[in-house]
């Protein structure tokens, strides 16, 4: 499966942005499906996942109440709502996809095996 993600820009702190993963070649329902993101000098970190067997969504606790990670599988995307952002979610974001990711290893980068190309978020304070 390809991945391809979309909606990063610069947004003032407080504001809101929506990533879109957009998958081709499988249906995004065979897969769970997370985001991640990286700041410049720093790992890769785990934002949210959607699990494929039943749609749960799991949070980082820096974004729980502030992000929403969806999926439509009609429209084969992935989508990540971000509200209320700070300076400290400034970031390249990156939507991944597996079909094996079991929950003990849900937040870990080497549990996906699809990545798209990353997509930058700025907040600017």
């Known amino acids: 499966v390809q991945l391809q993600a979309s909606g990063g820009g610069l947004v003032q702190a407080g504001g809101s942005l929506r990533l879109s993963c957009a998958a081709s070649g499988r249906s995004f329902s065979r897969y769970t499906t997370g985001w991640f993101r990286q700041a410049p000098g720093k790992e890769r970190e785990f934002v949210a996942a959607?699990?494929?067997?039943?749609?749960?969504?799991y949070y980082a606790n820096s974004v729980k109440g502030r992000f929403t990670i969806s999926r439509d599988n009609a429209k084969n995307t992935v989508y990540l709502q971000m509200n209320s952002l700070k300076s400290e979610d400034t970031a390249v974001y990156y939507c991944?996809?597996?079909?094996?990711?079991?929950?003990?290893?849900?937040?870990?980068?080497?549990?996906?095996?699809?990545w798209g190309q990353g997509t930058l978020v700025t907040v600017s304070s």
């Open positions: 991944a996809a597996a079909v094996g990711v079991i929950l003990s290893t849900m937040r870990l980068p080497s549990s996906y095996t699809y």
């Open positions: 959607v699990r494929r067997s039943d749609s749960t969504t």
